[in-house]
């Protein structure tokens, strides 16, 4: 089985398009979205139409919930806030519903472990060493699952476990995912990515193989900007997306 696990594609059309069309070059079977569909970008209503469509597997992340009017954007800041209120205002009745019924963590076919922030906590950040090793524990104590695939942060990044040993290593390289290990894995962002490449980045996972690969694919990130500025939302939102930040 080849999933291509994605996540964090926050309304961006544009790049979610461009996936679609690497997706099927790829051979990948099954697509995981990891979270957050919607925010910060300008066609909420058109991804989350997409997503439905084309039938990947979906959990819930932080600015999902809050679209859903779930929870209220006040730990957001005034940029990321304004997207939500706005996103809010533009959401369908059904793609609200959808949001809503997201999970928060998804077993996906017994393989691996999906979630957005946290294992515990959607919006809590994986960024160093000590957060994945309480991670690990949360999987361990969760029901063992050795290979767990997180979004949030929108940077690609692997961690591993061996023994008593958490290190963080290159998502730059292929890694072969090792029997006795157990790995927590970001494929970056689909709609804003944030470690200064602005391409969409995701991650391909063969079973077969236990291989995890990282990806990336261009879009016209011109046009998802013009969105944003027509339809009245922070600047800064479409200038960021040019620079990967």
């Known amino acids: ?5 994605i996540s964090d594609i926050h309304s961006n059309l544009e790049a979610l398009t461009a996936f679609l069309v690497e997706k099927d070059i790829l051979g990948i079977d099954t697509v995981v979205c990891l979270g957050d569909i919607v925010g910060y970008n300008a066609n909420p209503n058109e991804c989350i139409d997409l997503v439905r469509k084309c039938g990947f597997i979906c959990l819930m992340g932080n600015h999902d919930s809050r679209g859903a009017g779930l929870a209220e954007p006040t730990e957001f800041n005034y940029n990321a ?5 706005w996103t809010r205002k533009v959401l ?19 393989r691996f472990l999906a979630f957005h922030g946290w294992l515990s906590d959607t919006d809590r950040y994986i960024m160093s060493p000590v957060d994945a090793e309480k991670n690990f524990s949360l999987m361990a104590d969760a029901g ?5 695939f997180f979004g949030h942060t929108h940077i690609p990044a ?3 476990k061996k023994g008593d040993r958490v290190d963080r290593i290159s998502p730059e390289d292929d890694v072969r995912l090792e029997k006795d290990a157990s790995y927590l894995i970001n494929p970056g962002s689909i709609g804003q990515p944030r470690d200064r490449d602005p391409r969409a980045s995701f991650a391909v996972f063969d079973t077969k193989k236990r291989l995890v690969s990282f ?3 261009g879009y016209d990130i011109q046009a998802t900007a013009d969105k944003i500025s027509a339809a009245g939302l922070p600047e ?3 200038e960021r997306l040019k620079l990967g930040w």
Do not use: C, Q, W
Request: no cysteine.
């Open 1 to 5: 089985m080849r999933y291509a696990v």
């Open 144 to 148: 063992g699952e050795r290979i767990g």
């Open 215 to 217: 990806h990336r694919v």
């Open 236 to 238: 800064r939102l479409g």
């Open 81 to 85: 806030s304004m997207a939500i209120r």
């Open 158 to 160: 692997v961690y591993f």
């Open 92 to 110: 369908t009745a059904e793609n609200v519903d959808f949001l809503a019924s997201l999970p928060p963590v998804i077993s996906v076919e017994k």
